[in-house]
């Protein structure tokens, strides 16, 4: 199973919103919504951001929406703050019975 | 509130096997749905999902590590087992253990064990 695409990098003025796109196929991203994102900050266990797609579990905030369009998903954060700077990740389930995790997408708050 | 805690060695030698324990609390993995999950990340790189035990104890392995991988429980000590066989440098990573609390994601984490591997 191959690594769900994401942008390496992306970044944003604070207040701005950005979008960081997880591209897979049918197979995964395509075929569930069961799409989930993470934030990472450096040294720190990955948190969970989104689910199925586009719920948020309670305690996160609202600046944080995902959505789907095929086989690619977003994750956009709106508002954009100094603290959102750090690494996500998206995952799918796979029609394998497994999960695949994105490369990774760094977000620089500028 | 729930929380999740590897342990095993931080440094093993190349075809050794590794056992790495998953301790949790706050939640049972006897309850319907519950299930914990092994991913790991090697130094600077991304995630990768590696195993997966259920409630009944059904499992699901990584495609390409299936063959080196047995992951296990013991619901009475809340613990989840993973081994993972013939290491390899290339297995260096932080291995993290997770909670997949009834649906298809992974909604509490550990802190995450650094394993080296290194003659």
């Known amino acids: 199973q191959s690594a769900l695409t994401q942008p390496a990098s992306v970044s944003g003025s604070p207040g701005q919103s950005i979008t960081i796109s997880c591209t897979g196929t049918s197979s995964d991203v395509g075929g569930y919504n069961f799409v989930s994102w993470y934030q990472q900050h450096p040294g720190k266990a990955p948190k969970f951001m989104i689910y199925?797609?586009?719920n948020r579990p309670s305690g996160v905030s609202i600046r944080f929406s995902g959505s789907k369009s095929g086989n690619t998903a977003s994750l956009t954060i709106s508002g954009l703050q100094a603290e959102d700077e750090a690494e996500y990740y998206c995952s799918s389930y796979t029609s394998s019975g497994t999960w695949v995790f994105g490369g990774g997408t760094k977000v620089t708050v500028l | 509130q729930v929380t999740l805690k590897e342990s095993g060695p931080a440094l093993v030698k190349p075809t050794q096997t590794l056992t790495l324990t998953c301790t949790f609390s706050?939640?049972?993995?006897?309850?319907?749905?519950?299930?914990v999950s092994w991913i790991r990340q090697p130094p600077g790189k991304a995630l990768e999902w590696l195993a997966r035990?259920?409630?009944?104890?059904?499992?699901v392995y990584s495609t390409s590590l299936k063959t080196r991988l047995t992951i296990s429980k013991d619901t009475s000590k809340n613990q989840v087992v993973l081994t993972m066989t013939n290491m390899d440098p290339v297995d260096t990573a932080t291995y993290y253990c997770?909670?997949?609390?009834?649906?298809?994601?992974?909604?509490?984490w550990g802190q995450g064990t650094l394993v080296t591997v290194s003659s």
């Open positions: 035990i259920d409630w009944d104890d059904d499992k």
């Open positions: 997770a909670r997949m609390g009834g649906g298809y994601y992974f909604d509490y």
């Open positions: 706050g939640f049972s993995l006897s309850t319907s749905g519950m299930r």
């Open positions: 199925d797609v586009s």
